[in-house]
């Protein structure tokens, strides 16, 4: 019998095999997060007053707005051609299967970032990454991405599927956003760790709280 | 080859599915009511009936993918749906739906569905399946260029990838040429050519005689004839489920 990590890797593998032969969900995400920085750049009137309290803001939208295009698409080729059925009949944990698609999602999410975040940082004048906004900014894309894996589950059960994810990822990411929001502005205005360190902790509490829950009733959300 | 998973096992009762008072419903209508079925262990078994008798809805239960609402369903002696992992192990399954992924290759989805089921050398194990379903020519190609028929044929490979003792089969033919509907009597049998216990549904009469032991027909969610294919034909099999589209 395969292993739990092993099951996860052959998961994983067969998500960024299709990903990268379709280049669907990567592609999308990329191109919008962009588009939301550059739309936002030019939509506000950002001054060197202001842009620290925007700016912040901004950057989470383009992360969770792209995030949402790639949890949207993560579980519809498994409901396309039926082979989610084929996942739950066979022999392996069904967390493995929440598991490997939250890593992948992450994945995406994270590639996603590395291309947006320089590109922020440039049109906002901001001085350079610190090891400070990357912990911040990984942190908040962990707890989007499991909330949201889990919901792009339920989503994918529903008619409406483009529609309901977000209704349902938003609520209950509002914490993890207003966390990451107000980190990423202390981070940004060259705040000292101290100060972002209980957004810090309440980012780590979620990402616990919720990456657990969601490992433990996925296997309801898939039951038939 | 040794497939890891193959069941080590679970022949150590006489019957290999024991259905009792199976019962499900999907909102206000009753797919399976009160069924009862025993299969032992190498039959082969036609599950017939019209449309909405019950048929997919039990082979469904029996894959662990649908929760029953009540009865009670032991799969070689593996009570559901408290071992339902554990009967995984020995099931294979062809559904409505083939279970691939269109940008996979052949190869690469039987080794992926292998990697799954904790086979030990998925790529040899693919290698091997994909001529006896006449798919060696195209095993590198991506299964979105596959006809219908071409993805039925991958499915009935990917669903015996582990050399499962027990085979489910919902409507194994769809979309199959002659040749590829001859190919499933080749996977009725296992590796070491011992015979599967295998359970079939169809609409083609004909064949359900001619691949199985036994006819069962199932109206309104209950078994209404139960008979060795031997002691029947097609002719009186339609007959059977054709009383039931009676008004009376």
């Not at chain 2, 798919?135 to 015996?160: C, K, P």
């Amino acid at each position: 019998m395969t292993t739990f990590p092993g099951q996860v890797g052959a998961l994983l593998w067969k998500d960024l095999l299709v990903e990268l032969r379709t280049r669907e969900i990567l592609g999308g995400m990329v191109v919008f997060a962009l588009l939301v920085l550059v739309i936002f750049n030019f939509a506000f009137d950002l001054r060197v007053d202001n842009v620290g309290g925007v700016a912040p803001g901004v950057l989470w939208v383009a992360f969770t707005f792209a995030g949402i295009l790639g949890l949207g698409r993560s579980f519809i080729q498994e409901k396309d051609g039926g082979a989610l059925d084929g996942l739950l009949a066979a022999p392996i944990d069904r967390g493995a299967i929440y598991l490997a698609k939250l890593l992948g999602n992450l994945l995406f999410m994270t590639v996603v970032e590395a291309i947006a975040l320089p590109v922020f940082i440039s049109f906002f004048n901001f001085g350079r990454i610190t090891l400070e906004l990357a912990l911040i900014v990984f942190l908040g894309t962990v707890g989007f991405a499991a909330v949201g894996t889990l919901f792009s589950a339920m989503a994918a059960n529903t008619r409406a599927r483009e529609v309901m994810l977000p209704i349902m990822i938003f609520p209950i990411s509002v914490p993890v956003v207003i966390a990451s929001v107000e980190a990423t502005a202390l981070a940004l205005g060259g705040s000292p760790f101290a100060q972002s360190l209980g957004w810090i902790e309440l980012l780590v509490a979620f990402d616990l709280i919720f990456g657990i829950l969601c490992f433990v009733v996925f296997d309801f959300v898939v039951e038939e | 080859m040794a497939v890891a998973t193959q069941s080590a096992a679970p022949a150590t009762t006489r019957w290999a599915i024991q259905v009792e008072g199976l019962t499900h419903r999907y909102g206000a209508s009753r797919a399976l009511d009160g069924l009862d079925l025993a299969v032992p262990w190498d039959e082969r078994v036609a599950i017939l009936g019209p449309n909405g008798a019950g048929k997919t809805t039990l082979l469904r239960v029996l894959a662990t993918l649908v929760r029953p609402v009540a009865g009670r369903v032991i799969l070689g002696g593996l009570a559901l749906p408290g071992q339902a992992a554990a009967v995984r192990r020995h099931i294979g399954l062809v559904a409505h739906q083939t279970f691939l992924y269109d940008e996979l290759t052949a190869r690469e989805n039987l080794i992926f569905y292998g990697r799954l089921y904790g086979v030990e050398d998925p790529g040899r194990r693919a290698d091997r399946l994909l001529p006896r379903v006449g798919l060696a020519e195209r095993a590198n190609d991506r299964v979105r260029t596959f006809s219908r028929g071409l993805q039925q044929r991958l499915a009935l490979a990917r669903a015996i990838v582990h050399d499962p003792p027990i085979l489910l089969l919902d409507e194994p033919e769809t979309g199959l040429d002659v040749a590829g509907a001859d190919l499933l009597d080749g996977l009725m049998t296992d590796d070491q050519g011992q015979r599967r216990t295998v359970l079939l549904t169809t609409h083609r009469l004909d064949r359900a005689v001619e691949l199985a032991d036994r006819a069962v027909v199932l109206l309104r969610g209950r078994v209404a004839l139960d008979l060795p294919a031997a002691d029947t034909n097609a002719v009186a099999l339609a007959a059977a489920i054709r009383d039931e589209r009676r008004p009376w």
